[in-house]
């Protein structure tokens, strides 16, 4: 007797968002597509030297470590590297606040894992990242949707949202995946006020805070935490869960992030991780550490600034001299994306299928909101194509917005 | 207001194994102790050269693909590899049967999100591997425990196990962890027969089996599962998902295992590692699959089943000869472990501590089980020391086992 397979699943698998975006999205791998749709970096700026010697030395030096099983909380330097450089800002971070992951999708993972009960609300950006509803998925977790503007998270309806008792508030604070938006200073200090009052964790993912192309770099809400809350010069034991990732400034391709948080809290999120993956490849966390110290990451970041910042520049012209004038979109200010407001009553799943049939691509918005009927959005990619594909695709895809709206049955009067 | 972090904590962290084991290892690792405790390969065998020009080669030829964001399923040619050679025995593995995770503990968390409802019971070898336990603790799993003897477990008990409805059996065939103990070709055959018709799936964890030192190799459960079944020469469809790893025929470090399972099954658990870390690392599954090819990992496999024969055999030869005639012990024909039955009444915690004051380490045997008031074992590697090592950890071992026996108090007569 066969398994009856899916009579096996388990419930939480039934809940998993949907794979429609992965398959839309395997329509743009054909070569001649020019694709804003991942979100991906620029490979042709990774430090391939750099991490060509790092490999060569840790194995010269440090094979029999190198290869060998190691510990959940991870390769130690690289935990005293990223706890010193968050202590540059006014907070106490200790090896004992840090948690190297595989990938800032893992500690997403974990994060849900121990927060997250079936059923338990988790309060987020409307748009928010993918990504974390995909990781919050498996655990079973409903969503408080609360929409953004220019200046992130629109912090006047958060008390409202908090009466649903979320678990967490899950935010991206800098450049936000998908809309490119930063989180204002003024409300930074009244999201964190808030939680403070309410005792509501907040978890910051901040895969995208070192690409700042302009404007004033703003303090991680981890940091405003820590202010707010005194901080009394030992490590950090506060309401502010922080991710980052070494993805988006060096490769993502060695899937090496961290958490930093309360011990405590990072206690427990190491007995998670060690039924999840043991521990993160011990050999990528040693390269990504000797590819980043003595201040290679501060200089490699200067320079995808410059990159990213030309991209983006690019964009908007070309977004400005293409698009037709109902279009609207985010002005980012760093990282890599930018949100498309598209005329209202457009069809994004129509016009994905017209873009592609004119070999560009975007993501439909609709896959970030979590509340029904979101309005008509694109995330669109800067950081990875050359300019003047950048340029042909934007009037590629313009020419799709018009030819759609051309064709959209007008609603018959009522 | 600082949050009451236990408070916010979901059920399934309070169902997680306790970290004791971890903290007692953690009394193991000054640099003066024999440790027989952890389940490490032998470094100093690791093919570091082979690793060197692995690393030099996918960065001066495939960089900018080694370092970016790759797909879930895993890299299309180490996937391609891994069918080729399971493919080998009478079954048709194709490469949608092969999903790559970040080792083989990913592996098993990945299978317990898929499969285990909170409360759903699990079929598992007493005893059994703890790593497992701690994967499917995180999905809140419940036991239903099967004994075992020198041949595996014991299937005539099988049938009244299987009343209690497990979602799945999880066995570990070759050389088990912990006891070292291998299920005969006439079990395999009688339990892929009630798996049938029972319809219940079976998880084959298969870490160890190329590490065999003697003796004939036995057909993988899924191999005989291909077979009872009918195999077609299409891609498998059976009722086994079958693990293995790097880890123990290459190095642990890199975090790099497989799962062949059921297209279908295989195209749930790419949704669910989406969720977990998005893929695992590029780079280190190129480096792996440059490493293992072209018969590369058989040649390298021939001389650690050498090296750990050796090691087997010197462990061996010295329990003979130090202990005390009540020990008993397993007799593996592979891997890294084997199992010591100590005299009834021992108090292994009691040892433990003893053993650690005289410098010697074992993994105290009542983790593995998951049914209380376990009989007194311990659990010996023999892969990770050389042999005056382990002849000295024997001796000194034997020395704690005879004074705990010595100072036991008698239970005194009702």
Redesign the interface.
């Known amino acids: 007797?066969?398994?009856?397979?899916?009579s096996?699943?388990?419930?939480?698998?039934q809940r998993?968002?949907s794979?429609l975006i992965?398959e839309l999205l395997k329509l743009t791998q054909r070569p001649e597509v020019i694709s804003f749709a991942?979100?991906?970096?620029a490979?042709?700026y990774?430090p391939?030297d750099r991490?060509?010697e790092a490999?060569?030395r840790v194995?010269?030096t440090q094979?029999?470590?190198?290869?060998?099983?190691?510990p959940t909380e991870g390769y130690l330097p690289l935990r005293e590297m990223i706890a010193e450089r968050l202590s540059r800002y006014n907070i106490c971070v200790e090896v004992e606040n840090v948690l190297i992951t595989?990938?800032s999708?893992?500690a997403l993972?974990l994060i849900g894992?121990?927060?997250?009960?079936p059923g338990?609300h988790v309060l987020v950006e409307q748009p928010t990242y993918l990504?974390a509803l995909?990781?919050f998925?498996?655990?079973q977790a409903e969503y408080v949707g609360v929409p953004t503007d220019d200046h992130g998270i629109c912090v006047d309806e958060l008390p409202a949202a908090l009466r649903h008792g979320p678990?967490?508030m899950y935010i991206l604070p800098n450049f936000q995946n998908p809309a490119g938006v930063t989180l204002s200073a003024g409300r930074r200090e009244r999201l964190i006020a808030l939680a403070?009052?309410?005792?509501?964790?907040i978890v910051e993912d901040d895969p995208y805070g070192q690409l700042r192309f302009e404007g004033e770099h703003l303090k991680p809400l981890v940091v405003e935490d820590a202010e707010q809350?005194g901080n009394n010069g030992k490590a950090y034991?506060?309401?502010v869960i922080y991710v980052s990732t070494f993805?988006k400034t060096l490769?993502?391709?060695?899937?090496t992030a961290w958490i930093v948080a309360?011990p405590?809290?990072i206690n427990?999120l190491v007995?998670?991780k060690?039924?999840?993956?043991?521990?993160?490849?011990?050999?990528?966390q040693m390269v990504i550490y000797e590819v980043a110290k003595d201040g290679f990451i501060d200089e490699h970041v200067r320079r995808l600034r410059q990159v990213y910042r030309q991209r983006r520049d690019t964009m908007l012209a070309a977004l400005d001299r293409y698009m037709p004038s109902e279009v609207r979109w985010t002005q980012p200010e760093g990282g890599l994306f930018l949100w498309m407001h598209l005329p209202p009553g457009t069809d994004v799943r129509t016009l994905f299928e017209e873009a592609v049939r004119r070999d560009v691509a975007f993501v439909p918005g609709d896959a970030f909101f979590t509340t029904p009927n979101p309005p008509p959005t694109a995330r669109l990619n800067f950081s990875c194509m050359p300019e003047d594909a950048i340029i042909e695709g934007i009037r590629r895809l313009s020419g799709a917005i018009q030819d759609v709206q051309a064709k959209a049955v007008p609603v018959p009067a009522p």
């Open positions: 007797m066969e398994t009856l397979w899916e096996r699943f388990a419930l939480r698998t998993m968002t794979s992965r991942g979100g991906l970096p490979a042709e990774f391939v991490f060509q490999c060569q194995l010269a094979a029999h470590y190198a290869l060998q099983y190691s595989t990938g999708q893992q993972s894992a121990l927060l997250i009960n338990d990504g995909q990781a998925a498996t655990y678990k967490f403070h009052q309410q005792g509501v964790p809350s034991t506060g309401n993805s490769a993502p391709g060695l899937r309360s405590p809290v427990k007995q998670l060690q039924g999840a993956d043991l521990h993160t490849s011990t050999f990528t």
